[in-house]
T-cell receptor
Framework: KAGVTQTPRYLIKTRGQQVTLSCSPI?????VSWYQQTPGQGLQFLFE???????NKGNFPGRFSGRQFSNSRSEMNVSTLELGDSALYLC??????????????FGAGSRLTVL | KNEVEQSPQNLTAQEGEFITINCSYS?????LHWLQQHPGGGIVSLFM???GKKKHGRLIATINIQEKHSSLHITASHPRDSAVYIC????????FGTGTSLTVIP
């Protein structure tokens, strides 16, 4: 079966712009979670969506937002980009979410560079 | 304050050696995850534990809930095991360790 698909894989933006990243989960998975990975901070949790509702949220400013559609596909948006937003953005899907007994399946990530 | 601490940060081993990576956490958890990340970024979930021990091939993961400690063991290490291994815990939040970079030399 198809894995978790993230698009785009690479993108370059300039400061002040906004960006939207997409994540298509494994078929049947209803939870999608998002993570930011940088060399300085490592992996950090952004948010988790389950059945179109944000269920958990990490400690990121309001410029970071997301949503989930009825087919479980999820998007995350970062507005007013800053240089520090340059990172690898990963999403993961699971059947019912990381609070339960489900293994996470990660996508390959979207690498964002902000100039 | 780091909710998840891993050790060692870097590890070099000869092929065939037995490897142990440790993870300690300070928060209440519902599960602990061991993740593997190869150069290029892709992350693979190796184990999810809430108690006891799990084994998959040459990999073994254990968790001691009372001591808030987990270990990942690799038996008969191989150069293809070279990667960054990340411990993460889920509870009210999702916390990640900083990772252990493993290099296995042929």
């Amino acid at each position: 079966k198809a894995g978790v698909t993230q698009t785009p894989r690479y993108l370059i933006k300039t400061r002040g712009q906004q960006v939207t990243l997409s994540c298509s989960p494994i078929s049947g998975h209803r939870s999608v979670s998002w993570y930011q990975q940088t060399p300085g901070q490592g992996l950090q949790f952004l948010f988790e969506y389950f059945s179109e509702t944000q269920r958990n949220k990490g400690n990121f400013p309001g410029r970071f937002s997301g949503r989930q559609f009825s087919n479980s596909r999820s998007e995350m948006n970062v507005s007013t980009l800053e240089l520090g937003d340059s990172a690898l953005y990963l999403c993961a899907s699971s059947l019912t979410g990381w609070g339960g007994a489900n293994v996470l399946t990660f996508g390959a990530g979207s690498r964002l560079t902000v100039l | 304050k780091n909710e998840v601490e891993q050790s060692p940060q870097n590890l070099t081993a000869q092929e065939g050696e037995f490897i142990t990576i440790n993870c300690s956490y300070s928060v209440g958890i519902s599960a602990l995850h061991w993740l593997q990340q190869h150069p290029g970024g892709g992350i693979v979930s190796l184990f999810m534990l809430s108690s006891g021990k799990k084994k998959h091939g040459r990999l073994i993961a254990t968790i001691n809930i009372q001591e808030k400690h987990s270990s990942l063991h690799i038996t008969a290490s191989h150069p293809r095991d070279s990667a960054v291994y990340i411990c993460a815990v889920t509870g009210n939040q999702f916390y990640f360790g900083t990772g252990t970079s493993l290099t296995v030399i042929p």
